[in-house]
């Protein structure tokens, strides 16, 4: 299984961060995974953002921190998930992971992450 | 959310040393704890889920355990590709947190 992850590198103040995530040798609408996004700075360390999933239906969650920000969407035409975060400061610098939890039990969602993409340095700067 | 905190923040170790971190959480949360380690540049990669289970392919020499608040992981024999940051990560309740990291240094 491989996440391979595209987008800019360098957002404008206030406007939206958006990033892609195509994943190979899994499927998007898997019962089994579910497709996270976890970002990393300095400052804040790792930090989960949410997830999206397939369990008869779809499935997101998401931070409080950026619940207000944040949409995560699957395409399934592309078998590929996407980030967009809007409204970025430059307390969102960081670098974003896309990352696969792929449970092992009844539960919904696992949380145990074993496949992450290459990360993605996004700097929030005009 | 959970706050989960690693003693220590860093350390020196020599190949072949036992090392020892340990991760503690908030509030209990079981066996649902995970070891990652991340090397300069890489991603995080999983090591132990629930507490003591190996993730495949991760070599024999590391092992977790714990359970409740308290939990360690252990590398009986380090090798020179263990020097990296290591953290633990809780996955009993959304959302998933994760500890500030131990990083192992060569002495």
């Known amino acids: 299984v491989q996440l391979q992850q595209s987008g800019p590198g360098l957002v404008k103040p206030s406007q939206t961060l958006s990033l892609t995530c195509a994943i190979s040798?899994?499927?998007?609408?898997?019962?089994?995974?579910?497709w996270n996004w976890i970002r990393q700075s300095p400052s804040r360390g790792l930090e989960w953002l949410g997830r999206?999933?397939?369990?008869?239906?779809?499935?997101?969650e998401y931070a409080i921190s950026v619940k207000s920000r944040i949409n995560i969407n699957p395409d399934t035409s592309k078998n590929q998930i996407s980030l967009h975060l809007k409204s970025v400061t430059p307390e969102d610098t960081a670098v974003y992971y896309c990352?696969?939890?792929?449970?092992?039990?009844?539960?919904?969602?696992?949380?145990?992450?074993?496949?992450w993409g290459q990360g993605t340095m996004v700097t929030v700067s005009s | 959310d959970i706050q989960m905190t690693q003693s220590p923040s860093s350390l020196s170790a020599s190949v072949g040393d036992r090392v020892t971190i340990t991760c503690r959480a908030s509030?209990?949360?079981?066996?649902?704890l995970n070891w990652y380690h991340q090397k300069p540049g890489k991603a995080p990669k999983l090591l132990i889920y629930?507490?003591?289970s190996l993730q495949s392919g991760v070599p024999s020499r590391f092992s977790g355990s714990g359970s409740g608040t308290d939990f360690t992981l252990t590398i009986s024999s380090l090798q020179p590709e263990d020097f990296a940051t290591y953290y633990c990560?809780?996955?009993?309740?959304?959302?998933?947190?994760f500890g500030g990291g131990t990083k192992v240094e060569i002495k």
């Open positions: 990352v696969r939890d792929l449970r092992k039990n009844t539960a919904m969602v696992d949380d145990d992450f074993d496949v």
């Open positions: 999206t999933y397939y369990r008869s239906k779809w499935y997101s």
């Open positions: 990560q809780q996955s009993h309740s959304t959302p998933p947190t």
């Open positions: 040798g899994d499927t998007v609408s898997s019962n089994s995974a579910a």
């Open positions: 629930r507490a003591s």
């Open positions: 509030q209990s949360i079981s066996s649902y």
